[in-house]
């Protein structure tokens, strides 16, 4: 039964992908046909800008997932991120250094997480919630709930520079995607996340300590998220205390309807960032075209629900 469940997830694993490139060639056509404006080497130029930031944050929330964990507090994080790294900036800390104290800031609160499901034994997502509560608390905190802005023309033009034609951001995130694909296809972790997805204890049988890899994949996350908020904030180039609170959405839905399982033990990396493209020409497009954002929380919502059902029906 294991091995006929897992043939079907791989099945489905290779389907979702080949649906999410057609999804993305027809949402690329729509969009074009509706809007002059959103076709432009300017328009794309912002799309992959954009996904840069949230999609460095998607390869660990992905990898959690599919461990069978998940973390609620990722846009809390990022916004206590920033804006850290924002004050360090207007004290005169150089650039280099304020960046290194931000990640490790993120670094912190992924093994304050982590030791609660590692050690602990909460469950994620009840206690990545009661983070999310203090960190976004902290937020407000920090500078009394005032922005922090007003950073050098050094840092300006750090977030505008490009490689190849691409900004630097969305040039990093290549590199980490290939390397969290290389990662979980063809590592020993990849087949602990894996085997930790489909089933703890029978993973801890085998020898898995599961405990210190979730406690690793919290960490990982937590500095990510870091790295994350210095990209997000020399694009913003101003941070507020509510930064990050509108990011945990696209996040989950690009993981989710990447073919990630919401159950773990299942799905492609790859897929999760063909999911973040998806996101990305969404979000962009329907901004062009004036829909609410309200009403686009209402389709992500529903991709949401859709994904989980599928992989609902290929767990049983």
Known sequence: ??????????????????????????????????????????????????????GMIAIPTAILIIAGNIDMSLGSTLGFCAICFGLMMNTGLPIPAAAVLTVGIGLIIGVVNGFFVSVLKIPGIVSTIGTMVFIRGLC?????GNPVNGFSQEFIRFGNITVLGLPLSFAVLLVLYAAAYVLMKHSYFGVYVYAIGNNERTAQFCGINTAKVMWLLYIINGGMIGISSVFLLARLGSAEATLGSNYDLDILTAVLIGGISILGGHGDILGSFLGLIVIGILRNGLNILGVSVLYQSIILGVLIILTSAKWKTIKE
């Open 1 to 54: 039964m294991a091995q006929k469940n897992h043939k079907k997830a791989l099945v489905a694993e290779q389907k979702s992908l080949i649906f999410l490139a057609a999804l993305i060639a027809l949402l690329l056509l729509i969009f074009s046909l509706c809007s002059e404006w959103f076709f432009v080497p300017g328009n794309l130029f912002n799309i992959v800008r954009q996904i840069a930031d949230i």
């Open 140 to 144: 407000y905190v920090a500078n009394k």
